[in-house]
């Protein structure tokens, strides 16, 4: 429990200092970044209603329904007045939150702490904004350096793979970091520094609470964890339109968490932190998936009321679509982050075959297969598809338009619980001492003239 204590302690003073580090002034009156906290200051200076937010349009007035943002608003304006930065304080009580949630949802679903801590603190790393820049050849280097190390213990297959996971690591550990920005910020800005980000931390925080919660109610059943799944999930959907994915990404949790039947756990499932095994019983299938389905039946008057009250063909709305084309390289992106450069190659291949003499082509090849074969061997783990996939599926609604950073943010969830199960699987590699020395005792011996016998 004390090492327990101690990472949350870290993580939550890693939360402290980044936001620490972006409370500053940049250009709150005047820069085009923060032109809408500008528009949502002066609309609360005019005679509004709190209400009114609830029945249509929120308080910046673009044709979306937001009304929790628009009360933290002016929350922010009845404490802090014209003082725009210091409204910044409640994005850091949001990203701190959120940092811890994600360690108790990665708990309540996997029921691994090692794994629940390292999700929390690479999703703390994006978040904050300390994540060093590391050349491109440094995943090289870690690929060769597994074959290296496959070769000294006579088990290439073993080597060849632990290099590609460790390739695939570092590709994912610089994903969301390098994702697209429409203005060319980092995902720690829109998260932490920038003021009306809040829309996606605030949406996250109860789409957590309701994961967290649907994890709970299928594993012990309890009316208040289903009741916690389901009031979350109504403040997310009051939060941000986002949070129309969470009744998938609800019953994906319901799915893996039934299916998770402990009674004899390995080594892989247990929990390492401590080097416990915890067992879990065999909890009901239909608990979360009853839970996922009420709230996708909420949708349906969440959609009527959309389309009756909150204008949807608006300029900013018809400003930020993607075309069709785009959409589909984005799906690819996500799925193998490796394989967009690589398809080019291929395209610029089919016009030019002269590029298959050049290294280009051939090591952006390399980079695609390393990545699958660390994506099998991460989808064979308990959990891996639901990082992997759940990334995706909760960018999936916002997909269609032009990107700013703060999308990511509930995606950024799934993916750094992707990123630690990847994490995981490099120390079930490791050979035991008796393998080492049987591999070595076989290599130097000559090869038997008569076969080994056999019982």
Known sequence: ??????????????????????????????????????????????????????????????????????????????????????????????????????????????????????????????????????PSWVGWLVLLIGVAWGWYIRDWRRGVLAGCIGFALLTEFYFIPSLMDLHQRSFA?????????????????????????????????KARWGALGLISFVGALLSYEQAIALPLLMGLCALGVGWQVRRGTTDADADTLGGKVRPTPHAPLWRGLALAGACLLLLAPYGLFYHARIPSNTEYHQQRLKRFKAVSSTVLNWLVPTAPQATVHWDLARTAPLTLAFPGFWVAQLGMVAYLLALREGLRRRWGWLGWLGSLIAYAPLMPVLPLMHYYYLPAVFRALWAGILLLCLPTLRPTKKVILVAMGDASCPKRSFPRLRS
């Open 1 to 134: 429990m004390r090492g327990w204590m101690a990472w949350l302690g870290l993580l939550v003073a890693l939360n402290l200092v980044a936001v620490v580090v972006w409370h500053y002034d940049d250009g709150l009156q005047e820069s085009f970044e923060n032109h809408d906290t500008r528009l949502i200051l002066r609309r609360l200076q005019q005679p509004h209603a709190v209400w009114e937010w609830f029945v249509g349009d929120w308080v910046l007035g673009n044709g979306f329904y937001r009304p929790l943002p628009s009360v933290l608003y002016q929350l922010d304006y009845w404490l802090w007045g014209e003082n725009l930065l210091a409204w910044k304080w409640t994005n850091g009580v949001l990203v701190v939150a959120n940092a811890l949630l994600v360690v108790a949802f990665g708990y309540a679903l996997t029921r691994q702490r090692a794994l629940a801590v390292i999700a929390g603190l690479i999703f703390t790393v994006w978040q904050a904004g300390f994540l060093p820049l590391l």
């Open 189 to 221: 800005y829109r998260a932490v520094g920038w003021i009306p980000g809040r829309t996606a931390t605030l949406m996250t925080l109860f789409a957590l609470l309701a994961l967290i919660g649907t994890c709970w109610f299928t594993r012990t059943g």
